[in-house]
């Protein structure tokens, strides 16, 4: 039953998203061509996520969908926020650290910090600072699309000097229109108090769906967001990471670990090119486009092994690995899963299958690296696939580790013109990094399914469909819950602002009635006044 709703519901999705196409071309692109980015209305007519963003952040309410997407593109091509780059924006705004991307939340969430005392108001500049922000969203949504930021004002030794609230106003639309779903939370750490007028101004811009997002925390407090090692110390925390630029900074991916021994250098493994057949081990799951350039960190080589071979081994190796059910479509290679590789503490959920198809005509050869090189094995994580063939990826959980939300693994592509004649270890040395398609997965930790599990078995069979219905019902039920929370939250905002309005028009006719009265008693007075005169003139 729960199944056959979902599918319901994801026809029902599949319908709003063609009936905002369509309707968007019908009524926004009639009059004119200049008004968006071409680019971002080709985006529109072929990705279903990004029309099914629009629509669920405005509660597939297709006219405010609708809206949402004209005030976007406009921003997006008044800021040329597609031809955005690092040299387009002025290299001292880097280099002061005001802005960045680094570490997660407890949920796994991108950290994108914002260091107030750093920020000066200065209207010669508050384009370029506008511009700035766009960059970092915009990098962030083609590593990672579709996965939420956890934003960090760091509050510490500012004052209201560094409160623009034009600036701030400009940062919160970013995500409440001009990248919708992109906020997990905001969190203002150690706000002084000084502050409490303004920032009670900024949660009036907020709408109902980031109303709830919005978190004050003291330094203890933020502990309960942000695990130690990704705060710095001035909050408690132990990350020793300290901004600096050039470069960009970036998620540290490395080679998984190796099956037979620690993980060897890129040197070394050059020289071990026959040894390390059949050694690494790899899990995963992708989410990106041709990304920015990666920072160099070592890799193991996988050597080719004959047909027969490989296909027995990958019967052994995919057994009981979880099958993957979405796909990103890349312009060299699909990516199954999409997004997230699952991982639970159950014994049949410490595998997860990437599954890498060849979109090309030429060979492609590929790698996988992830942020955690010690937890996980991949297998094969370096290797080759043939034209529109595919190959399968195990990623492992190795001895008794555990899967984190914060784990990410990145899945690297590049053709390979000269098929057979080259060495993978050359090959990676000698590709231009333009012509390397990168794509990043993180991973998802079952907890719900780990805490159905009853210890008490009847039947295997029996009880695993029943745990698999009821998490389906309870998750559908939790999703059902959210959209009427979100709808009852939508119609308290526009019931507000009616109210609102009926309490202004209510002072104006107040004001009206004032202004009669006043009139009036101004006739009285003078008809009373020229009366008196009158009978004074006759009694004369």
């Known amino acids: 039953m729960a199944e056959l709703e979902q599918h319901e519901g994801e026809q029902d999705i599949e319908k709003k998203i063609e009936e905002t196409r369509q309707r968007f071309k019908n009524e926004f692109l009639q009059d004119t061509t200049d008004k968006y980015d071409s680019k971002d209305v080709e985006r529109l007519q072929t990705e279903d996520a990004l029309v099914e963003g629009y629509l669920q952040w405005r509660i597939y309410v297709v006219d405010d969908a609708l809206k949402m997407i004209d005030e976007s593109f406009q921003w997006r091509k008044e800021y040329g926020v597609n031809d955005l780059t690092e040299s387009s924006i002025p290299r001292w705004m880097f280099e002061t650290g005001a802005l960045y991307l680094h570490g997660y939340d407890k949920e796994g969430n991108k950290l994108f910090w914002f260091k107030v005392k750093l920020h000066v108001k200065d209207a010669k500049t508050i384009v370029d600072k506008k511009k700035y922000v766009a960059f970092w969203l915009e990098q962030y949504a083609k590593k990672e699309p579709g996965m939420p930021l956890t934003v960090v004002f760091d509050m510490a030794e500012s004052g209201l000097g560094n409160i623009d609230m034009e600036f701030v106003k400009y940062i919160i639309n970013c995500f409440k229109v001009y990248y919708p779903k992109f906020l997990s939370k905001m969190i203002l750490v150690d706000m002084p108090w000084i502050m409490n007028a303004a920032w009670k101004i900024v949660k009036s811009w907020l709408g109902p769906e980031a109303i709830s997002k919005l978190k004050f925390a003291s330094r203890s407090e933020i502990q309960g967001f942000i695990d130690l090692e990704y705060l710095p110390p001035h909050m408690g925390g132990t990350d020793p990471f300290k901004y600096s630029y050039p470069p960009l900074p970036d998620d540290d991916f490395q080679t998984p670990i190796s099956e037979n021994g620690p993980i060897v250098s890129e040197d070394e493994m050059e020289s071990k090119d026959g040894e390390m057949e059949g050694k690494d081990a790899l899990e ?99 290797s080759c696939c043939e034209p529109g063939a595919s190959v399968d990826i195990v990623v492992s959980l190795h001895g008794g580790s555990q899967a984190s939300p914060q784990d990410r693994f990145l899945v690297m592509a590049a053709e390979m013109d000269n098929a057979g004649s080259q060495e993978l270890a050359q090959f990676w040395k000698d590709v231009p990094k333009t012509k390397v398609m990168e794509h990043r997965l993180r991973c998802h930790v079952l907890e719900s399914v780990k805490a159905s599990v009853n210890p008490l078995r009847d039947g295997p069979a029996e009880t695993g469909t029943s745990r698999q219905q009821e998490f389906n019902t309870t998750a559908l039920d939790d999703n059902l819950t959210f959209t009427s929370l979100m709808r009852v939250m939508t119609c308290n905002a526009r019931m507000e602002q009616k109210l609102n309005t009926c309490l202004w028009v209510q002072k104006v006719l107040i004001g009206l009635v004032l202004v009669l009265v006043v009139l009036s008693l101004l006739c009285l007075h003078l008809l009373s006044a020229s009366t008196g005169r009158c009978h004074g003139g006759e009694e004369g």
């Not at 899963?337 to 060849?358: R, V, W």
Request: aromatic content about 6%; some cysteine; hydrophobic content about 30%.
């Open 284 to 382: 995963s799951s992708f989410s990106s486009e041709i990304a920015v350039k990666p920072k160099k960190v070592n890799f193991l080589e996988d050597s080719m092994r004959s047909e027969d071979n490989d296909k027995g081994d990958t019967c052994a190796r995919t057994k009981g690995a979880r099958k993957p059910l979405t796909t990103f479509k890349g312009p060299l290679l699909d990516v199954s899963p999409a997004e997230e590789l699952s991982f639970g503490c159950a014994e049949t959920e410490k595998k997860s299958l990437i599954i890498l198809s060849n979109v090309t005509n030429n060979q492609v050869a590929f790698k996988v690296r992830t942020t955690a090189p010690e937890k996980y094995r991949v297998k094969p994580s370096n």
